[in-house]
């Protein structure tokens, strides 16, 4: 899936100030719109905000505040079909959609977040494809 026919945006959770400025360039270079977050208490604001704007959660593991464990856990109470990603340069973490370890090369990140939009494209289809035979 091209990023640039994709219409939502991608939330990005990362108490770095250089990882964010990093990964929202490469995403925006890349035709995502990219929502930005701070931490993860930040980052569940965002995404009650912007619940329906969002197609993707990336975000770190651990954060001040509220980690990103504690946030996927939060937003997929909200929206259990969200794909999260983690990145983390000392953990792995996952809620289905994986983790890229830090530093990570730009077309890891790329392959995992198109990875993860393009599964829950799928995902959706084949739910739409079942209630249009259930009618």
């Known amino acids: 899936m091209r990023p640039d026919t994709h219409p939502r945006a991608i939330l990005l959770v990362d108490d770095d100030p250089s990882i964010r400025k990093l990964v929202k360039k490469l995403l925006e270079e890349t035709g995502y ?8 208490e930040q980052g ?10 969002i197609a993707l959660v990336l975000t770190d593991v651990l954060m001040p505040r509220m980690d990103g464990p504690a946030l996927a856990d939060r937003i997929l109470e909200l929206d259990r079909t969200l794909p999260i990603v983690f990145m983390s340069g000392t953990q792995s973490a996952d809620r289905g ?11 890891d990140l790329l392959e995992k977040v198109g990875a993860a939009l393009q599964s829950r494209a799928l995902a959706g289809r084949t739910r739409q494809t ?6």
Do not use: E
């Open 44 to 53: 569940l604001a965002c995404f009650l905000q912007n619940q329906t704007a």
């Open 130 to 135: 079942q209630s249009t035979s259930l009618s």
């Open 97 to 107: 959609y994986g983790w890229v370890p830090k530093p990570f090369r730009t077309s």
């Open 33 to 40: 719109t990219v929502i930005v977050a701070i931490d993860g």
